[in-house]
Structures are given as C-alpha cells and as structure tokens.
C-alpha cells in the first residue's frame, strides 16, 4: 500500500490567495522529505528539502518566501503556496527516501493545484 | 551528477518484452543507476538500480554494460498498464537528490 500520502489530490484557487498541502509518511518517521514540482509535459523538479525541525533546504531559483515549508513532526511536511498565481499551477509532489536506502525515494500520489 | 540520454518515446505490443536505453557515458565510479517510472498523473515509482552488476526483480531487469555507459531496461512482459515515463537517474549513493531528466515515454499497444 501507499506509505506517503499527499492532501489534498487537487485544489483550485483563485489568484492571491494560499494553498496549503500536505504530505504524510505513513509508515515511517522521516527526518527528511522532498518536494518536487512538474509542469505539464515536463519533467520533475526538486524545489526543496525539508528537514524536521529545521529549516528547509531550497533549491536554485525557488523562492523560500513564496514556498513555505514547514516539517513540524517525523510524518508530516507541509508546503503553502503563498499569493498563488496562474504561473504557480503546477503538479506538486512530495517523497520520503526508504529508510536506510537513500536514493530510493517513495513519491506520494501529488496534489494538482490550478490558480485562477 | 551524470547526465543521461534516453530516447523520447517507444512503443511496445502488450506481452512483448520492453527495452530501455539508457546512455549515461559521464558517469562517476561512485553513481548508482536508478530507474524509476511515473504513470500518468500519479507520483513516480521505484523500479530498480544498480552499480555495475546486472539486477533482477519482481518488476524488471537492468542490465549494464561493463564499461557503465549505458544501461538497459527490461520489461520481459510488458503489460498495458506499463504505459508510463520512464526515467534513468544516475546518482550518487551518499546523498538524496533525484534529478529527473526527460525519461522515456512507453506506450504499451495491445
């Protein structure tokens, strides 16, 4: 079965405001977990690292003040997209790595957010 | 971490085995070969990886070549809900990242 979850699956906003998703690791305390974002015909791409009880790691070009990230517990990570807008619409996905083995990552289902 | 070559798309007839290129000719001594496939609208998956030797399991075979250069791979049964992305990540074992290039589209036909 799944062991991370992402809520909600999709989420239609209108232009200014935030949105807030959730990722869960559901059978596992995870210390670190990922988010990525892909755009339609694109591939993924990692936006940040969230680390648990600190602050996260943000890739290149990816803006911390408009991405909030938040890993407040061992199974939660959340991300707010702050002041949505159009070009914000995108495919958000989150992953956790398999305990032990780090680069082989469980991805959760991603959540579509579409700005209007 | 290496760059990757793999081919835009490919078709495949359903129960055909599936062949996966993928050229990875800057790879380091120290980056493991993931694969990993994203169907449609869903997160990605975890398929399989390896260093150098060939590898086997319930989903797939790998097979690389002994120079590690390319890699290949294999889906003996292709099924149609095989239809997916299919992405080759050479990385380094000591950290997290994926970086995911443009993968392979496999289109399983019946």
């Known amino acids: 079965g799944a062991v991370v979850s992402q809520h909600p699956s999709w989420v239609i906003c209108k232009s200014g405001t935030s949105v807030k998703i959730e990722c869960r690791s559901l059978d596992f305390q995870a210390t670190t977990m990922f988010w990525y974002r892909q755009f339609p015909k694109q591939s993924l791409m990692l936006m940040a690292t969230s680390n648990e009880g600190s602050k996260a790691t943000y890739e290149q070009g990816v803006e911390k003040d408009k991405f909030l990230i938040n890993h407040a517990s061992l199974t939660l990570s959340t991300l707010t997209v702050t002041s949505a807008h159009p070009e914000d619409s995108s495919f958000y996905i989150c992953?956790?790595?398999?305990?032990?083995?780090?680069?082989?990552?469980?991805f959760g289902p991603g959540t579509r957010l579409t700005v209007l | 971490d290496a760059k990757t070559t793999q081919p835009t798309s490919m078709d495949c007839a359903e129960g055909r085995a599936a062949n996966l290129p993928c050229n990875h000719s800057?790879?380091?001594?120290?980056?493991?070969v993931y694969w990993y496939r994203q169907i449609h609208s869903q997160g990605p998956q975890y398929i399989i990886h390896g260093l150098k030797n060939n590898e086997t399991n319930e989903m797939a075979s790998l097979i690389i070549t002994e120079d590690r250069k390319s890699s290949t791979l294999i889906l003996p049964h292709a099924t149609l809900r095989d239809t997916a992305v299919y992405y080759c990540i050479p990385v380094n074992n000591a950290g997290n990242m994926l970086t995911f290039g443009g993968g392979t589209r496999l289109m399983v036909k019946p």
């Open positions: 800057t790879i380091s001594g120290n980056e493991y």
């Open positions: 992953s956790r790595s398999r305990q032990g083995i780090s680069n082989e990552q469980f």
